[in-house]
């Protein structure tokens, strides 16, 4: 029987998944939702879908089997708490909401449901970060090392903190949560200071910070030191260094470069695959099987990630040390 799927969002970070769900076999994409209407339009021709302008009458009118929720950080929320009240499994990109009052209430609801949700970390899915973690799990890790940093998306909502969060939340949380997977352990206090005052002179409606550097320190006693920036008129980096005994990781993009004494060792991701269409995959296969034990970035996971980025954030804002026992459920 195949899996029928609505998306709520079909903009830039859908189109990946999409991608992915059109060559799975027994899977429909039936319905899609977006404020633009043009472009929620075009997506439901693509793929012989309804098109819907909002989402409450596409959970309504459709019967789905799971549901896509791609949409920007401010607009988490409500939809995710409608869809655990249908028990209708979910696939959400990242940041799962925009603070953490909104976040709360839905990570304890999936919880109650026990629903099959997954998240966006799509780094997790990619074998060359496998390569990186088996590498430590066998190491004695002390620091990482980890930044994104480059430019300025261009989409209105990014610019603006009550649209994104902050760069934080809404981008460099990918590289905080590396923090986590890689390390195997949780953050207990966060220090972290930001700048401001470049792009807010040529940006209009900009109220995020231009560039912050946070330091972690984690429940293993290893340390962190991560720093984001978008006022860079280059392409972006992002990347992670892992600090050992044994030598360093360096994990970026579909590469990992193992330095030590003796020998340098690099292994890329096999050519043609993707991270973002293999967690699609898994998430599909957790649906049809009723079983989510392969999903690496559930909602309680990733909520954990989420908790370290909002600390981080309120640091930068209050200008002092944030214990993560402040963000927890």
């Known amino acids: 029987m195949s899996i029928r799927i609505g998306f709520v969002g079909v903009g830039g970070v859908s189109r990946g998944h999409r991608n992915a769900l059109e060559r799975m076999d027994d899977v429909d994409i039936v319905a899609v939702c977006d404020t633009n209407g043009d472009r929620a339009r075009a997506a439901a021709d693509e793929h012989e879908a309804k098109a819907y302008a909002e989402w409450q009458p596409m959970l309504k009118a459709e019967s789905l089997d799971a549901l896509y929720i791609c949409v920007p950080p401010f607009a988490h929320g409500e939809m995710e708490q409608a869809a655990v009240e249908r028990g209708l499994p979910m696939f959400i990109e990242k940041p799962v909401a925009i603070d953490w ?31 990186a973690k088996a590498y430590l799990d066998e190491a004695m890790l002390a620091a990482l090392v980890g930044a994104w940093a480059g430019g300025m998306p261009g989409v209105a909502w990014w610019r603006r903190r009550d649209g994104s969060g902050g760069q934080v939340i809404e981008q460099s949380t ?16 966060v220090f972290a200071a930001g700048f401001h005052g470049v792009m807010g002179k040529k940006v209009e ?16 006693g290893v340390v962190a030191s991560l720093t984001s920036a978008c006022m860079l008129p280059i392409e972006y980096h992002a990347d992670i260094d892992a600090l050992t005994d044994r030598g360093v ?58 908790a370290l980025t909002c600390a981080v954030q309120a640091s930068i804002d209050r200008g002092e040390a944030v214990d993560l026992a402040e963000f927890a459920l």
């Open 101 to 131: 009052p909104t976040a709360v209430p839905i990570a304890r609801a999936v919880d109650d449901a026990g629903l099959t949700v997954a998240v966006g970390y799509h780094w997790r899915y990619s074998p060359a970060t496998e390569r």
């Open 174 to 189: 990918h590289i905080f949560d590396l923090v986590r997977h890689l390390s195997g352990a949780e953050p207990t206090r």
């Open 205 to 220: 409606n900009y109220s995020i910070d231009d560039a912050s550097v946070a330091a972690i320190q984690l429940d293993s």
């Open 249 to 306: 990781v360096r994990l970026g993009g579909d590469e990992v470069t193992i330095e030590q004494p003796d020998q340098q060792m690099t292994y890329r991701n096999p050519r043609g695959f993707s991270p973002h269409a293999r967690g699609t995959e898994v998430f599909v296969e957790a649906v049809r099987a009723g079983d989510a034990s392969a999903i690496r970035s559930d909602y309680a996971d990733a909520v954990r990630t989420f």
